[in-house]
């Protein structure tokens, strides 16, 4: 009877661990909405590295801040170096050199192009999780991760835009950008670290690289106070914030496709964002590729209940 009770409480918890994990996710997908209407009303003129530089510092310096407020300070000092120095190898890869290859990818295609290039992350979690977590993928998970970014392909469709930069390179910055971002998420996972201090250290670790690459290729400006609205809204929400609600919802899960699938919804809910504050037109292909994005997700869930049941 006390084992009966035991498993009843274990299947409780689990389910209440899985419903935060996925309000965790599902707020994140809504802040990183926000991010492409936050650029193009206030940051659009700031070049990009300088945009990623010093919204990467206030977002280390508000987990610092949150960090000493929440009673983590001891934490902070009781990590030895070279946990220090993975933490900033973990940040170089999936938050400097991410965003650094992605902002080279924009630069030399059009946005639709590397954004359908982008979204190829969520496929390359999975599949790091599977070859370094030893998750299992089925093909019902492959085929729900297929319909959902095939939403984000047709979303990017009507573009009469060319990109005049390299193709080929800008196709390779987005694609190395998004396997960096995949194996970060995963090995982040794997890590057994305090996610808000390390992500402090992250962020930091972003802030410097851009500094230093942006100072050498780059003419920064000077920054308005509409602006700096803007910037303090991409790294205290976008970058600190949600980047920590992604993280946490993919340390609790023990199926990261479950959660990975959910980060389609984000192109689709941005153009909602932008017509809402900038009055831009959604257009019917958007609806089809919302078919295709929500179609995946549901298909992965009703497989998981299927599973369980």
Do not use: R
């Not at 946005?111 to 496929?123: D, K």
């Not at 993919?250 to 941005?270: C, E, H, M, R, W």
Request: glycine letters at 8%; a neutral charge.
């Amino acid at each position: 009877m006390d084992i009966l009770g035991h498993d009843f409480e274990y299947v409780i918890f689990e389910e209440n661990t899985m419903k935060k994990n996925y309000i965790y996710a599902l707020t994140t997908v809504l802040i990183w909405s926000t991010m492409a209407a936050t650029v193009k009303k206030m940051l659009f003129d700031i070049p990009n590295l300088q945009a990623l530089s010093i919204s990467s510092f206030i977002a280390a310096i508000f987990l610092f801040l949150m960090n000493l407020i929440s009673g983590k300070g001891k934490e902070m000092k009781q990590y030895p170096g070279k946990d220090y120095v993975k933490m900033c190898g973990l940040g170089f890869v999936g938050l400097f050199l991410y965003s650094a290859l992605y902002y080279y990818g924009l630069g030399e295609l059009t946005s639709q192009e590397a954004c359908i290039l982008n979204y190829l992350w969520p496929m390359m979690l999975v599949v790091f999780s599977c070859i370094i977590l030893k998750e299992k993928l089925t093909l019902m998970k492959g085929v729900a991760m297929v319909c959902s970014f095939v939403g984000i392909i047709i979303l990017s469709l009507g573009n009469n835009h060319s990109s005049d930069g390299n193709i080929i390179l800008g196709i390779i910055s987005c694609l190395v950008a998004a396997a960096c971002y995949g194996l970060f998420s995963v090995l982040n996972k794997k890590a057994d670290y305090s996610q808000s201090i390390s992500m402090m250290i992250f962020w930091l670790v972003a802030g410097v690289g851009a500094l230093v690459v942006g100072l050498m290729t780059e003419d920064w400006i000077a920054i308005t106070g509409v602006q700096w609205i803007g910037m303090l809204w991409l790294g205290i929400v976008i970058d600190a914030v949600a980047y920590l609600l992604w993280a946490l919802a993919l340390k609790g899960v023990q199926d990261t496709a479950k959660i990975a699938n959910l980060a389609y919804l984000t192109p689709f809910l941005s153009l909602v964002v932008s017509a809402v504050f900038l009055k831009e037109k959604i257009k019917l292909q958007a609806f089809l590729a919302l078919i295709f994005i929500v179609g995946g997700i549901l298909l992965q869930s009703v497989y998981d209940g299927e599973k369980n049941s």
